[in-house]
DNA sequence: TGATATCTACGAAGCGTCTCGTTGACAGTA
DNA sequence: TACTGTCAACGAGACGCTTCGTAGATATCA
């Protein structure tokens, strides 16, 4: 039954502040947004009700401020984005879009380290 | 003058067959799409006219049948949307993306190798 | 010339996203 | 009880995306 719908970018700004904080209350996400943008709490109350119509948040009402809660982990969600774009702008081809990333923006040498092994990890699963 | 809106998933579309087939007519385009999934020519039309207004495409217009031609290269559209991914769900990093991208999908052997290189050489910038 | 095909242009309609104002429920406090 | 603050619910409006129907211009051909 669970083919959750694609995050829009407001949608997934609310993601970010659940994944970061946890269950939280429309109160406390809104305070976090807010920081960077100034906006309106009833626009974050419309979001989240509309995310928990959708799936991709749940809501615990058992409190007066409700608790929501990102319905999937940061990393299935990303997955999932990165699976869309593949799909949408490079033909389903990892390794393009590895390139295009790598050349757009510089990563850590740690970062390049840890991607190296997980390199030497997919071969030997060739191997 | 020159920030090009992010293409929506109908335009991103109509760019892939501009990029496959060069300059096209909206006749072209428009079969080419309707292979996949069938729909009207006024559709392709309309939004090849909105892609216009926006700068995604330009016009020769020399001939009845006008002649529509990506602005930009498929690389720097690619760059583009990964950068935009990285800010809206990675907070930046590209490792991270890489890991999710090469984790979600099996590259073939000869990319993994072009990765490998692709490291190489960024370690060696940074010395 | 007149009929037909091929194009572009235009506008409207349905839908989703996002924002915001208003209302009403409920709790706390004087 | 009355006042105040906090919260969710609801609905409307603006805008963008996408689809499509219709009209009008232009070429082709009998």
Redesign the pocket.
């Known amino acids: 039954m669970d083919k959750l719908?694609r995050p829009?970018?407001?949608?997934l700004a609310i993601l970010r502040v659940l994944w970061r904080r946890g269950p939280s209350?429309?109160?406390q996400v809104h305070e976090e947004l807010s920081r960077r943008s100034p906006?309106?709490y009833?626009?974050t109350?419309?979001?989240l009700?509309?995310m928990t119509e959708k799936g991709l948040v749940t809501r615990d009402e058992s409190l007066?401020?409700?608790l929501y809660t990102a319905r999937l982990p940061e990393e299935e969600t990303q997955m999932q984005l990165v699976g869309d774009l593949l799909d949408r702008a490079f033909e389903g081809s990892a390794g393009r879009l590895v390139m295009r990333a790598l050349s757009s923006r510089p990563a850590s040498a740690a970062e390049l380290e840890e991607i190296r092994k997980l390199l030497d990890r997919l071969e030997g699963e060739k191997g």
Do not use: G
């Not at 829009?8 to 949608?11: K, R, S």
């Open positions: 719908p829009t970018d407001a949608e209350t429309v109160k906006s309106v009833t626009t109350l419309k979001l009700q509309i007066r401020a409700h």
